[in-house]
């Protein structure tokens, strides 16, 4: 009881009004800077749609299964034969083609981004501890608080949808990344250091080779986060397969939202399988006698 009482003397502090009023503050001073960024956004999602749908539907699977095959095994590839064919005969493969452009330039912002801020936090603690809490912000805070500012500031499609995935998918870039170097051994860190290695030739020709697989492990979940996204994503403009389950959720329809999901587990469990085996396949170069760093 005293605790409810004590609640009336604590003064409310203001901070929604605060966060809309700096949202409003940026959108009536850099709508310039945001018209240009939605711009580059969006030329950035078309190029990647449009590269992985310029060729016909059968030279595509033909591509993905030459690449399933090479990288990972026969069974990967049987399995993406098979996905893709299923995927063909929904007819879905034009939306198909649209995820798989807005998660393939998500990935890419998001490793440009993570994979260096990891670097850099692995070698400074400073930065690692600033960044840290701003990782745990990044993946606990739900997508809708952020897809509003998005959307404000970038208007609807695929601009502020690419914005949303990018803050949800990059922390695992950063923490593996993190992780990876920061695990590999002294030893190995002290004998390439003995073989007079600076501390750039060590970074780069030892720590991150050894880290690989875990960085990969990054990559990985990096993509299974931006396609998890891709349904949040079509509540903004975004097209796609997350288009073809909101349709069938707001419809009813629950085949078109059952093909929708379908096409979307398809092509996670391929992009898995497939990044999957780069990682665990790389051979990393070891240092010591008879070794060079």
Known sequence: MNFLLLSNYVPRIPLGHWVSDFV?????NFSGFFGGLTAVLGTLVTVFTDAVSYLPAPVMIVIFLAIAWLVASWKTALLTLIGLLLILSMNLWGSAMETLGLVLASTVVSLVIGIPLGILAS???????IVRPILD?????PAYVYL???????????PPALIAVVVFATP???RLTILGIQQVSSETVEAAQAFGATAWQTLI?????QAFTTIMAGVNQVIMLALSMVVIAALIGAGGLGANVYQGLQSLNVGQAFEGGLGIVI??????????????GRRVPRV?????A
Request: hydrophobic share 45%; no cysteine.
């Open 137 to 141: 912000f990044m993946q606990t805070l």
């Open 205 to 209: 020709k030892v720590k991150l080779p």
């Open 267 to 280: 092509i996670a469990i391929v992009i898995d399988r497939i990044t999957r085996h780069i990682g665990a």
């Open 123 to 129: 070698q400074y603690k400073v930065v690692e501890v």
């Open 24 to 28: 409003n503050y940026i959108t009536n």
């Open 172 to 174: 695992p870039a950063v």
């Open 148 to 158: 509003l500012p998005a959307i404000i500031l970038l208007g609807l499609g695929n």
């Open 288 to 292: 010591g006698k008879g070794g060079n």
